[in-house]
């Protein structure tokens, strides 16, 4: 069965470092999603991504962060100066369309530590 | 506002114990999803569910969308059923993203 697959699956950076997540969606979907779970509180939506731009993000997504679909099959969050709040389990999601009947696969999450 | 709240916040089971966990919603949905977190952090999904009744195993889920509520069912629960369950909805009118509740943590005991 397809699946959506994250890298690295812990990353530890210092503060103030760049760090980038990586995710390779399932190969005919055409949305993917960010999504952060800070430890012990909600998951929360961060940004949708389609045809090559963001199509709706959140107010957490501020001018720190930023995605790309790199290539055909890469999905990537960029997180620029990290801060020690930065630190939460991100989870890249895909889907095959748009809102109505279309579900979102998850990824098992990328834990970032930031020190 | 929109919400999604979820109920019991947390439960104790002992195995082999059947509980239902319940997800009200505060508006018309798209979609609505039910997932198991395990202890490694990772989301398993276990529904796709936005009306209707669904099956898989000793887990079964129903989603009442004209009364704004979904529930969980687990049947004789298992130690490895441990975790947190989330409810995740996508409404009709608030864009394309799933908005999850806060969860219900369950512990299943031998």
């Known amino acids: 069965e397809p699946e959506v697959t994250q890298t690295p699956s812990h990353q530890v950076t210092q503060m103030g470092q760049e760090v980038i997540l990586r995710c390779v969606p399932i190969?005919?979907?055409?949305?993917f999603y960010w999504y952060r779970q800070i430890l012990g509180q909600k998951v929360e939506f961060l940004v949708s991504?389609?045809?090559?731009?963001?199509?709706?993000k959140s107010e957490i997504f501020d001018d720190q962060f930023s995605v790309e679909r790199p290539d055909g099959s890469n999905f990537t969050l960029k997180i620029r100066s990290t801060k020690l709040e930065d630190s939460a389990m991100y989870f890249c999601?895909?889907?095959?369309?748009?809102?109505?009947?279309?579900?979102?696969?998850f990824g098992p999450g990328t834990r970032l530590t930031v020190t | 506002g929109i919400q999604v709240e979820q109920s019991p916040p947390d439960l104790i089971l002992q195995e082999g114990a059947n509980s239902t966990l319940r997800c009200n919603f505060s508006?018309?949905?798209?979609?609505l999803q039910w997932f198991h977190q395990n202890p490694w952090g990772q989301l398993i999904n276990l529904f796709y569910?936005?009306?209707g009744t669904k099956q898989n195993g000793r887990l079964s889920a129903t989603t009442v969308a004209t009364e704004r509520y979904s529930l969980l069912y687990i049947s004789s629960s298992q130690t490895t059923d441990s975790g947190v369950y989330f409810c995740?909805?996508?409404?009709?009118?608030?864009?394309?993203?799933?908005?999850f509740g806060a969860g219900t943590i369950l512990r299943v005991k031998s």
């Open positions: 508006d018309s949905v798209n979609n």
């Open positions: 190969s005919n979907h055409l949305y």
């Open positions: 991504f389609y045809n090559n731009e963001i199509s709706e």
């Open positions: 999601a895909s889907s095959e369309g748009k809102g109505g009947s279309y579900e979102q696969y």
């Open positions: 995740a909805v996508e409404f009709w009118e608030y864009g394309n993203k799933l908005v």
């Open positions: 569910i936005p009306s």
